[in-house]
């Protein structure tokens, strides 16, 4: 079974970087083919996804957030973090971290998550 837990900061002043981790259990973060993605919820909207490193180390992030995001791991503790820098109000809401991977049906090949973390609430404000 696999598990993903986020940590972090439950509150971060605007203009700040906020720095979320997501520590993984039952599988390795360089398991191949997988992607490993953070997903935001702000409140009454629906899901936003950030970005994802990959099991090889790539990253790819939303369009619309590239300039303010990274996501880093560290495979000794079989973890990835995400950096968000000058986070605004706009920015709270509940974070998860995720695995992800494609599937290929005869219909055509998609994304898709299996597993996500519980989630975090993150609150931006002064």
């Known amino acids: 079974q696999v598990q993903l837990q986020e940590s972090g900061p439950g509150l971060v002043k605007p203009s700040q970087t906020l720095s979320l981790s997501c520590t993984v259990s039952g599988d390795s973060i360089t398991s191949d083919y997988y992607y490993w993605s953070w997903i935001r919820q702000p409140p009454g909207k629906g899901l936003e996804w950030l970005g994802h490193i990959a099991w090889s180390g790539t990253t790819y992030y939303s369009p619309s957030l590239k300039s303010r995001t990274s996501i880093s791991r560290d495979t000794s503790q079989n973890q990835f973090t995400l950096h968000l820098s000058s986070v605004t109000p706009e920015g709270t809401g509940v974070y998860y971290c995720?695995?992800?991977?494609?599937?290929?049906?005869?219909?055509?090949?998609?994304?898709?998550?299996?597993?996500w973390g519980q989630g975090t609430q993150v609150t931006v404000s002064s």
């Open positions: 995720a695995r992800d991977q494609y599937y290929c049906p005869s219909s055509g090949c998609y994304r898709g998550v299996d597993y």
